[in-house]
């Protein structure tokens, strides 16, 4: 293990076994890396967890400009993605179930953001200044795509940004459940640019208040997740890209830390 005393969002020994050898090798030539790369992903994984500034992070890590440096690298080169694919994927095969789902739900997410987030605009129907996240989730509620964006960009609109960037990743995908926001030329689009059937799921008439609705209420669930990382509470990233970037981590941490057999 460390010499220091470990953090509650430390990967354990099995956990970072089951990634390791996932992530990039060292350039060759040059200096040999020097810094203990669980370390640094253990100090991304810190920050996610409790909220701090980059240059807020312990002592006890790698220096912070080397810690962002590869979280930066990471997220240029797709490492973030591809990385949550890996694992989801073998998340799914361990259950019995095909790596990439057939089925699964669409929502978004407004957030308010910090004054330090660029790509903002206004969500007139929630009431907040911020971004939107729109996630895709299987029946289990891990997330197989996100797209964070504006948030005065209609439901039915970023869900087409969504899907056009999703559609490589899930070549098995048929059904997606929704909410009343993509009712209308969402669902015509989806059907003609993806060949995707998308089922309007709304609540049962004469439901007051809040009621668990079928097939929605998972996604709602994720969403539930990811905010209880501090680092998502608030849209404190100034790119959009990195907000996306930190929701794979969260997802990605929380299947390590729930299915370590995976």
Same mark, same amino acid.
């Given at each position: 293990? #460390?010499?220091?005393?470990?953090?509650?969002?430390?990967l354990n020994t099995v956990e970072w076994?089951?990634?390791?050898?996932?992530?990039?090798?060292?350039? *060759?030539?040059? $200096?040999?890396?020097?810094?203990?790369?669980?370390?640094?992903?253990? !100090?991304?994984?810190?920050?996610?967890?409790?909220?701090?500034?980059? +240059?807020?992070? *312990?002592?006890? #890590?790698?220096? =912070?400009?080397?810690?962002?440096?590869? =979280?930066?690298?990471?997220?240029?080169?797709?490492?973030?993605?591809?990385?949550?694919?890996?694992?989801?994927?073998? =998340?799914?095969?361990?259950?019995?179930?095909?790596?990439?789902?057939?089925?699964?739900?669409?929502?978004?997410?407004?957030?308010?953001?910090?004054?330090?987030?660029?790509?903002?605009g206004y969500d007139a129907g929630k009431?907040?200044?911020?971004?939107? $996240?729109?996630? #895709?989730?299987?029946?289990?509620?891990?997330?197989?795509?996100?797209?964070?964006?504006? /948030?005065?960009?209609?439901?039915?609109?970023?869900?087409?940004?969504?899907?056009?960037? /999703?559609?490589?990743?899930?070549?098995?995908?048929?059904?997606?459940?929704?909410?009343?926001?993509?009712?209308?030329?969402?669902?015509?689009?989806? +059907?003609?640019?993806?060949?995707?059937?998308?089922?309007?799921?709304?609540?049962?008439?004469?439901?007051?208040? #809040?009621?668990?609705?079928?097939?929605?209420?998972?996604?709602? $669930?994720?969403?539930?997740?990811?905010?209880?990382?501090?680092?998502?509470?608030?849209?404190?990233?100034?790119?959009?890209?990195?907000?996306?970037?930190?929701?794979? /981590? !969260?997802s990605l941490r929380r299947l390590l830390?729930?299915? *370590?057999?995976?």
């Open positions: 293990m #460390f010499a220091r005393k470990p953090y509650s969002s430390d076994n089951k990634i390791r050898r996932l992530l990039p090798l060292a350039k *060759p030539g040059g $200096r040999h890396r020097s810094v203990c790369l669980r370390e640094v992903f253990n !100090a991304i994984l810190y920050r996610l967890a409790n909220g701090c500034k980059w +240059k807020d992070l *312990p002592h006890d #890590f790698p220096p =912070y400009q080397t810690v962002y440096e590869y =979280y930066n690298t990471w997220l240029k080169t797709g490492v973030w993605e591809h990385l949550h694919q890996l694992i989801a994927a073998r =998340y799914r095969r361990e259950r019995g179930r095909a790596a990439t789902p057939s089925a699964g739900s669409i929502d978004s997410q407004s957030v308010k953001s910090a004054n330090t987030a660029r790509e903002t009431k907040v200044k911020g971004r939107k $996240r729109h996630i #895709f989730v299987d029946t289990q509620g891990i997330p197989h795509k996100v797209k964070v964006h504006r /948030a005065d960009i209609q439901d039915r609109d970023g869900g087409k940004l969504l899907l056009n960037e /999703a559609k490589p990743l899930l070549p098995r995908l048929e059904k997606i459940w929704a909410d009343g926001g993509y009712a209308g030329q969402f669902i015509d689009w989806a +059907k003609q640019e993806c060949q995707y059937k998308v089922e309007v799921v709304k609540k049962l008439a004469g439901t007051i208040g #809040f009621a668990v609705i079928p097939r929605r209420w998972v996604v709602e $669930r994720t969403f539930a997740w990811l905010n209880s990382d501090r680092l998502l509470d608030k849209e404190h990233e100034t790119r959009a890209k990195a907000s996306e970037i930190d929701i794979y /981590a !969260a830390r729930l299915h *370590p057999a995976i």
